[in-house]
Nanobody, 121 residues
């Protein structure tokens, strides 16, 4: 059974950094759009960044451009999200997601359980 397992969340001061990891277990890492979503209390879940497995092409929501970097290690079936210059507005539960098909992400076939990121001022 496919499972996405996130790690790396935590609490940091504004301006700090965190790196999230998403390990895709029992998953064929090919022709897949991988990404990170986040959801803060009272807000809708929003896509933060995506990366295409085969080409490495990336996309970012405007609010994180220049601060976040999504990357992947195909051999390890792992997706990363490096988050720098964190702001309190980045506080949310972050979810790994996978769509079995090319980007853009049209449907989420698999969700991770989420990892909490808290940024204090």
């Amino acid at each position: 059974q496919v499972q996405l397992v996130e790690s790396g969340g935590g609490s940091v001061q504004a301006g700090g950094s965190l790196k999230l990891s998403c390990a895709a277990l029992r998953y064929t890492y090919k022709n897949a759009c991988m990404g990170w979503f986040r959801q803060a209390p009272g807000k809708s879940r929003e896509a933060v960044a995506t990366i295409y497995s085969d080409s490495g092409s990336t996309w970012y929501v405007d609010s994180v451009k220049g601060r976040f970097t999504i990357s992947q290690d195909n051999a390890r079936n792992t997706v990363y999200l490096q988050m720098n210059s964190l702001k309190p507005e980045d506080t949310a539960m972050y979810y790994c997601a996978a769509d079995r098909g090319p980007c853009p992400m049209e449907r989420v076939d698999y969700w991770g359980q989420g990892t909490q990121v808290t940024v204090s001022s």
